[in-house]
């Protein structure tokens, strides 16, 4: 009996054996995932997460990912600060602006880079033909955004201060129909609706890009106690978004089909900014040098009572990007 005994334990463990092991797929949807939201925007800038979304990728990581969709990065930042989201996509400037009122959030990772996103379009029949001819101009422009940074950047190169044009805040979505119906002669807008307006004027349309003025870059930002109490969280997060980076590097025409499908816009317009932008996950001092100029424009220009400039550091959390991925982090402080 106890010979028959041991020889079915034998075959029952020699059966295991032979078994492939499951897919991570399915090993993944074995466990509970972890619910999170996460506030992204229909910009080019949130591509990376688009992919990942869109392969697997999260849940493949133990994550169940509720996608928030915005069309600008400062209003995915206001949905992590009001507790709607977990995660939010953004770019440096609100980031800048949401620390200098004192609001204890974090950047784990940045997403994007560019040098050829921002720009400023205008009507070449509101008599604007080089940069310099936006003095007294209406120009449109986002408030607390890029845009607004950019504008003074631009203004700036040319030596202009914004007291010489008659500035026009405006969301990104109200741009096209503001220099079309010529509410406005200028935009300092990004992409999709910079291409998008260049598209509808045509011959009209003229853009001004300064690759030497201003690097964008566009990251992921949550709230510190969140990162905090959930360090596996942010870890499988990450990971995710290593994969998505890996597979945009191999496989750019079948991004672009995801992207394309992710924000339903046509895929000529994503094949036409795509070399715009470079994605890659990392840290690196850039972003501390960017926060800390902009900081010295906010203060400049009164947008914050705050006169000492924050330590950024201590709003970059490193630590979970180096445990994942080391050679991504590149900062000296």
């Not at 928030?68 to 400062?74: E, L």
């Not at 004192?102 to 560019?114: H, K, L, M």
């Not at 449109?140 to 010489?164: K, M, N, V, Y």
């Not at 992710?262 to 850039?286: G, T």
């Amino acid at each position: 009996m106890r010979q028959m005994f041991l020889a079915m334990c034998c075959m029952v463990t020699l059966a295991s054996c032979d078994r492939a092991p499951l897919p991570a797929a399915e090993r993944a949807g074995s466990e509970v995932r972890q619910k999170i939201t996460v506030a992204l925007t229909t910009q080019p800038q949130s591509t990376l997460v688009h992919v990942a979304l869109d392969k697997g990728y999260f849940l493949n990581s133990g994550l169940d990912v509720q996608p928030q969709i915005h069309s600008f990065g400062k209003a995915a930042l206001q949905s992590v600060l009001d507790g709607k989201a977990d995660f939010a996509t953004v770019a440096e400037t609100p980031i800048m602006l949401s620390v200098l009122k004192g609001d204890r959030i974090f950047v784990i990772a940045n997403i994007e880079t560019s040098t050829r996103n921002d720009a400023v379009i205008a009507r070449t029949d509101a008599g604007i033909v080089k940069p310099a001819d936006v003095k007294g101009k209406r120009i449109g422009f986002t408030p607390g955004t890029t845009s607004d940074f950019f504008l003074d950047s631009f203004l700036t190169a040319q030596g202009l201060t914004r007291h010489e044009i008659t500035p026009v805040p405006l969301k990104p979505e109200e741009m096209q129909d503001a220099l079309l119906t010529r509410k406005v002669d200028a935009a300092a807008t990004w992409n999709y609706p910079l291409t998008q307006i260049q598209r509808q004027l045509g011959a009209q349309a003229v853009v001004f890009y300064d690759q030497q003025i201003y690097t964008e870059t566009f990251n992921v930002a949550a709230m510190q106690d969140f990162v905090r109490q959930n360090p596996q969280t942010v870890s499988r997060f990450l990971r995710a978004l290593i994969q998505a980076e890996d597979f945009v590097a191999k496989q750019p025409d079948e991004a672009q089909d995801i992207v394309t499908a992710a924000v339903k816009v046509d895929k000529e317009l994503v094949r036409q900014v795509w070399d715009a932008f470079s994605y890659q996950v990392s840290l690196n001092q850039n972003l501390l040098i960017t926060l800390e100029d902009e900081t010295r424009w906010a203060m400049k220009n009164k947008l914050t009572d705050k006169t000492v400039m924050p330590n950024y550091s201590d709003y970059i959390h490193v630590d979970s990007l180096k445990a994942v991925k080391p050679e991504a982090v590149k900062m000296n402080r």
